[in-house]
C-alpha cells in the first residue's frame, strides 16, 4: 500500500501537479483512499462469493457514515484495519443469515430491545475524540451532530424494513451493534482487544508466530505487548 501511494505521489510531482513539500500529504492521503478502496472491495467481493452481496451493501451503509461521523476504534495500521473490517463484515452477514433461519418473534424483540441499546450509546458517545481535544476543535460539534442525523436516518430505515420483515434488518441491527462495540471499546483502549485477536489468529494458523503476525500487520509495540503476553 505505502509503495503505491509513493508511485501516485511521484507521479503528480514528475508531472508538475504538487511540490516536494506536499509529498508527506498526498502520500497519507493516497495510503487512505487506496486501503479504504481495497477494504470495501473485499467485502463486496466477499458478499458475491457467499451470496450476500446484498447484506454487504447494507453492512456498508450502516457501516461507514456512521464510524465516519462517531469514531470509535481505529487500527493503527491499514493491516489491522483491513482484517478488523472484513472480519466484523463476515460476522455481520454470517450471524444475520443466521438469524434469519430463526425469525421468531421473540427473537426479534430482543434484537430490536439491543439496536436502541445500540443508537441510544451511539446517540449519547458520539464522536469518540479524546477529551484534550474537544476544546481545541468544532469538529466534535459538527461530527456530533452529523452522528445523531445519521443514527436518525438509520432507525427510519430499520423501521421501514420491519414492514416487510427480510434478511436485510438483521444485517441492519447487526452492524449497529458492531459499531456501538467499537466506539466503546475505543473508551476502554483497544490494544488488549487486538492482542486477544493474534490469539485467535495464532490458533487457527499454527504455522504463525502471534509476534510475528502483529510484526507483519505493521505494530512494533502490538508485537513487543503480544510476546510478552503469548
Given amino acids: 500500500m505505502l509503495i503505491l501511494a509513493r508511485k501516485s505521489t511521484e507521479l503528480l510531482v514528475n508531472r508538475g501537479k504538487i511540490c516536494h513539500t506536499q509529498i508527506s500529504i498526498y502520500e497519507y492521503g493516497f495510503e487512505l483512499l487506496f486501503s479504504t478502496v481495497g477494504t470495501l ?6 458478499g458475491v462469493l457467499g451470496n450476500y452481496i446484498s447484506q454487504a451493501i447494507v453492512f456498508l451503509l450502516y457501516f461507514i457514515p456512521v ?16 482484517m478488523l473490517t472484513n472480519t466484523g463484515g463476515i460476522i455481520c452477514f454470517s450471524v444475520s443469515e443466521f438469524l434469519w433461519q430463526i425469525n421468531s418473534i421473540y427473537l426479534q ?5 439491543g439496536f436502541v441499546w445500540a443508537c441510544k450509546y451511539i446517540w449519547d458517545n458520539a464522536p469518540i475524540i479524546p477529551s484534550k481535544y474537544r ?17 436518525i436516518l438509520e432507525i427510519a430505515f ?9 434478511r436485510f434488518i438483521f444485517t441492519a441491527i447487526i452492524t449497529t451493534y458492531l459499531v456501538a462495540i467499537m466506539m466503546k471499546i475505543a473508551k476502554k483502549g483497544g490494544d488488549m482487544i487486538w492482542i486477544q485477536y493474534l490469539h485467535l489468529l495464532h490458533g ?4 504463525w508466530q502471534c509476534q510475528e503476525l502483529a510484526s507483519f500487520l505493521g505494530d512494533l509495540a502490538i508485537s513487543q505487548k503480544c510476546q510478552k503476553s503469548c
Wanted: include cysteine.
Fill in 41 to 46: 472491495s473485499f467485502i463486496l467481493i466477499l
Fill in 67 to 82: 464510524r465516519i461521523a462517531a469514531g470509535g476504534y481505529h487500527a493503527k495500521s491499514y493491516g489491522r484495519c483491513f
Fill in 109 to 113: 424483540i430482543i434484537l430490536l430491545i
Fill in 135 to 151: 476544546g481545541k476543535t468544532n469538529r466534535y460539534r459538527v461530527n456530533r451532530r452529523y452522528a445523531h442525523n445519521i443514527v
Fill in 158 to 166: 430499520v423501521i421501514l424494513l420491519a414492514t416487510r420483515p427480510n
Fill in 204 to 207: 487457527l494458523s499454527k504455522k
